[in-house]
């Protein structure tokens, strides 16, 4: 069993930076590779970024590439999603959640955290 508890969203003005914090916690947590996710109301929730076990096979969504950067730190369990130069297109409810397989597929995650509000202005 893996707990996420994401934390960093807030309220911002668009070309801001900002980082989303993901607390796991578990036995096995550093073992899983782990992605963040966004949803918009009335959208499925989307692929943003993930990040292998040993931190290989880094990617990101296009809209996001060359902006957001992922990140984990195994020492204090932690994974983080810097995001600079945000746009309001990036407004969302970003989740961080945790799979056995390195993958893009939001059904192949098996743990969730409740998600946390990023909202930005122009």
């Known amino acids: 069993q893996v707990r996420l508890v994401e934390s960093g969203g807030g309220l911002f003005q668009a070309g801001d930076s900002l980082r989303l914090s993901c607390a796991a916690s578990g036995r096995t947590a550093s073992t899983y590779a782990m992605g963040w996710f966004r949803q918009v109301p009335g959208n499925e929730r989307e692929f943003v970024a993930r990040?292998?076990?040993?931190?290989?096979?880094?990617d990101y969504t296009d809209p996001v590439k060359g902006r957001f950067a992922i990140s984990r730190d195994y020492a204090n369990n932690m994974v983080y999603l810097q995001m600079n130069n945000v746009k309001p297109e990036d407004t969302a409810k970003y989740y961080c959640a945790a799979s056995d397989k390195i993958t893009y597929k939001r059904s192949e995650y098996a743990y969730w955290g409740q998600g946390t509000q990023v909202t930005v202005s122009s």
């Open positions: 990040i292998g076990w040993t931190g290989q096979s880094i």
